[in-house]
C-alpha cells in the first residue's frame, strides 16, 4: 500500500527511539514471566490428563501388534503428543502485548511467554508420571490445579490490561512503552474486516502458518507411528526421548527470541528481514529431516535424533511469522492470530487421514510419500511468506488512531 502525501512512513528503525527502560523487575518483563508459567500449567494440564489416563482406566488389553511390516526388527514393546487445543490463550496474549510490547523488544518478550507452553510439555511428563507412581494419579490434578489457582491470584494481582492501568508501573517504563508504540495502534471501535481479509501480508501468515503445522503433526505425531509400525521402536518407553524434543524447541524459541531482537536493534536489520530468515529456518530445516526420515534404514536412534532436530529447528518460528502480526496490526493482533490459528488447526484433522490413506500396506515407500507430501507443503509455505510477508503496521490497522490528548 502507498503512504498517503505527507504522511510520515519513515521505517522504525531508523527513528530516534525513546530511552529504553531496564528489563529487570520490569513490568513488561513480569507479564512475560507470568505468562510463560502460565502456557506451562496450561500445557502441563493438558499432558497430565494424558499421563494419568493410564492408571485411570487400568487397561486389560494391549495394542495390536503390527504384522502388516517386517522390515525392521522390533527393539521394544509412540511419542505421546498433546495436541494444540488453546484456541483462546494465544490470541488473547497477542491483544495483550500489542499494549504491552515495544516493537524492539517483541521477539524477546513473546518467545518468553510461549516458550512456557515446551517447558510445561518437558517437565509435566516425567513428573506426572512419577506422582502417579509414588502417590496416586489423582494428586496430579491437585498438585497442578492448586499450582493454576496459585497463578491466577497473581495474575490479577500483578497484570493490568494496558500499561496506563497497571497499578505498580514506573512513569519511565510506562512513557517507555507508549512512546514506542506511537502511531502503530489504533482506536476505531470497528473491525475493518474487508482491508483485514484482502491483506496479502495475513494470508503471508495464513499459509506459513497452515503449512508449519502440517509437518508439526507429521514430526510429532505420524513420524513416530512410521517408527513404531516400520523400526519398531516405541519412544514412549523412554521419557526422556519423549520430552527431548519439547526441550529443544523450549531452548529454540528462547534463544532466537533474543537473536532476532539483537539483530533488529542492534545489526539494524529490518523486520521483515528477521521474520522471513527465521521463518525460513524453522520451516526449510524440519521438512528437510523430515525428507531424510524416509531413508534411515532401521536405525532408530537417528529417527530420535531427526525428531528432535527438526522440532527444535521449528522453534524459529516463533520469532517468524507467529508474532509477525503484531509487526502488521498491533490493535488486531489477536483477531489475526485467532485467523490464522483457525486455518491452522485443519491440518491437524486432515493430515493424519491423509497420512492413514496413504500407508494401506505399512511400507516404507509409502510413508516416504507422506514425508514428500509433507515437505513440500511447508516448503511453499515458507517460499510464500518470503514472498508477501511485510514487517510494517499496514495502513489499515492505524486509521483514527490518536495517542496524545490536550
Known sequence: MEPEEGEDRTPLLKEPQPDKVPACCSARYNLALLACFGFFLVYALRVNLSVALVDMVEPNTSSAKNVTSNVCPEHSSTINVPRNTTGVTFPAMHSMWSSWAPPLERSKLLSISYAGAQLGTVVSLPLSGLICYYMNWVYVFYIFGALGILWW????????????????????EREYILSSLKDQLSTQKSVPWRPMLGSLPLWAI????????????????????????????????????????????????????????????????????????????????????????????????????????????????????????????????????????????????????????????????EWQMVFYIAASINLFGAIFFALFASGEVQDWAVSGYHLHRN
Open 153 to 172: 491470584f497473581f495474575w490479577m494481582l500483578l497484570v493490568s490490561d494496558t500499561p496506563e492501568t497497571h497499578r505498580s508501573i514506573s512513569h519511565a
Open 206 to 365: 495464513v499459509v506459513a502458518h497452515f503449512s508449519y503445522n502440517w509437518t508439526f503433526y507429521t514430526l510429532l505425531t505420524l513420524l513416530p507411528t512410521y517408527m513404531k509400525e516400520i523400526l519398531r521402536f516405541d519412544a514412549q518407553e523412554n521419557g526422556f526421548l519423549s520430552a527431548l524434543p519439547y526441550f529443544g524447541c523450549w531452548l529454540c524459541i528462547i534463544l532466537s527470541g533474543q537473536i532476532a531482537d539483537y539483530l533488529r536493534e542492534k545489526q539494524n536489520f529490518s523486520t521483515v528481514c528477521v521474520r522471513k530468515c527465521f521463518t525460513l529456518i524453522g520451516m526449510i530445516g524440519p521438512a528437510l529431516f523430515l525428507v531424510a526420515a524416509g531413508f534411515i534404514g532401521c536405525n532408530y536412534a537417528l529417527a530420535v535424533a531427526f525428531v528432535t532436530i527438526s522440532t527444535t529447528l521449528g522453534g524459529f518460528c516463533t520469532s517468524g511469522y507467529s508474532i509477525n502480526h503484531l509487526d502488521i496490526a498491533p490493535s488486531y493482533a489477536g483477531i489475526l492470530l485467532g485467523i490464522t490459528n483457525s486455518f491452522a488447526t485443519i491440518p491437524g484433522m486432515v493430515g493424519p487421514v491423509i497420512a492413514k490413506s496413504l500407508t494401506h500396506n505399512n511400507t516404507v515407500e
